[in-house]
């Protein structure tokens, strides 16, 4: 599975951006996809988290701001953003994971200035 990530940028404190994570593959064949997040000096965290029944998941600090969905007839999954905060700022990777293998795209950077 091929990921292409997208729609990161600068914006400011309050703001939003919209992530795009295209597949090479019909996405409603993948188990499941994801965002994680990776900022400067730390571990990279699980953000968002989508089934292919439509079931989601978030971690609780972004919770109420930010909201994973899929348009299987795009083969995409995105990750809407709003009220980003600096702390939100990461390089930010889409994955997939297809029978306990997991696929990861590039990074896209998010930048929350305040």
């Known amino acids: 599975v091929q990921l292409q990530a997208s729609g990161g940028g600068l914006v400011q404190a309050g703001g939003s951006l919209r992530l795009s994570c295209a597949a090479s593959r019909r996405i409603s064949s993948i188990d499941a996809m994801a965002w994680y997040r990776q900022a400067p000096g730390k571990q990279r965290e699980p953000v968002a988290y989508i089934t292919n029944t439509g079931s989601t998941d978030y971690a609780n600090s972004v919770k109420g701001r930010f909201t994973i969905s899929r348009d299987t007839s795009k083969n995409t999954v995105y990750l809407q953003m709003n009220g980003l905060k600096p702390k939100d700022t990461a390089v930010y990777y889409c994955?997939?994971?297809?029978?306990?293998?997991?696929?990861w795209g590039q990074g896209t950077q998010v930048t929350v200035s305040s």
């Open positions: 994955a997939a994971f297809v029978s306990a293998i997991d696929y």
